[in-house]
């Protein structure tokens, strides 16, 4: 599937001579990415070697800064790794330099750091996934030679199918994609669990919708805001595929923030309740558990073959 990344695509990896950068750019290009590039100013014209799968050894070059990345490479994605102070001028510079997506794996990120950079890259036409998130994974279909992997979602433990899922989590992410491997996916979308995110659970519905190989999608909800609330009313509206959800955080005491940034209950507002009802009130059931989740989306699939 091409959700927002063609299989083709070119990618850089910003922080890619960092450990983590290195550790999770080796496992992208075992998975098929196509990385062409990393950048980091201090280490520019020197190169970083990995390992092939027939053997041999990979040398990827590093650059100076996006713009020379992308001038000699053609890059049309990054996935940035960096320290959460070095975020902002990251994301930046990716969007100066007109990458047109950009993942952003980084935590931590101050809001206001992630809200300047949302708001510029919809000027500027880039879209950015995340931050705070695992970030996304493409499977090839019968056209295809591979998919995509962006970020730090595991490999091998999904196969290709007819699911799309989105995610705020990353964990039941993974949780979800190993229930349901057995039927597989076209793609797997973490959006992030902070207070803003670059790409919301209603447009990653929006991309599955328009996808012919997808024929069902799981929502992974947490509490906090609002964006479930949001996709169920254009789900009911607009979308001609069944979604089953999974709400995290029906034990959350209100006030106290619950793993990501965005997970906290205030003022009786983003609880689990609420989210359940709202999705439950346009026809998206609702598992109580990752099992149970899956188990309905079985029923859904078997009932719609029918």
């Keep these: 599937m091409t959700l927002f990344i063609n299989p ?18 080796a496992r992208m290009l075992a998975a098929g990415t196509n990385i062409v590039g990393g950048v980091n100013p201090r280490k520019a014209g020197t190169s970083v070697s990995f390992p092939k799968a027939d053997g041999g050894v ?9 713009q020379e990345a992308k001038d000699a490479t053609g890059a049309e994605a990054s996935v940035i790794f960096v320290p ?20 952003v794996i980084t935590e931590g990120i101050p809001v206001s750091d992630t809200a300047y950079c949302v708001a510029l890259a919809q000027r500027e036409g880039c879209r950015i996934i995340g931050p705070n998130c695992p970030g996304l994974v493409t499977l090839p279909n019968a056209d295809e030679e591979r998919g995509t992997n962006l970020g730090i979602i595991p490999d091998g433990i999904v196969t290709s199918g007819p699911l799309g899922l989105v995610s705020k ?17 076209t793609a797997c979308l973490g959006v992030g ?8 659970l209603l447009e990653a519905l929006q991309a599955f919708e328009e996808d012919d190989n ?40 209100e006030g106290r923030q619950m793993g990501h940034a965005g997970a906290i209950v205030s003022g009786g507002k983003g609880t689990a309740q ?3 009802d709202a999705l439950e009130a346009v026809g998206i059931r609702v598992g109580k558990t990752p099992g149970q989740t899956a188990d309905i989306m079985r029923e859904v699939l078997a009932g719609a073959a029918q």
């Design 214 to 253: 997808t024929k069902a999608c799981i929502l992974i909800g947490e509490i906090g805001g609002d964006a479930e609330q949001e996709a169920a009313t254009w789900a009911h509206e607009h979308m001609s595929k069944p979604i089953v959800a999974y709400i995290a955080g029906f034990t959350a005491p």
């Design 169 to 185: 989590s990353g964990t039941l992410t993974y949780q979800l994609m190993g229930e349901l491997s057995d039927i597989g996916f």
């Design 84 to 103: 959460p102070r070095f975020a902002k001028a990251a994301m930046v510079e990716a969007i100066q330099a007109h990458i047109a997506l950009i993942v």
């Design 8 to 25: 083709s695509s070119k990618v850089i990896v910003q922080g890619m001579t960092g450990h983590q950068g290195m550790t999770h750019t």
């Design 193 to 200: 669990g902070d207070p803003i995110v670059g790409t919301t």
């Design 274 to 276: 609420a989210k359940q």
């Design 58 to 66: 990979l040398d990827i070059p590093v650059y100076a800064n996006c």
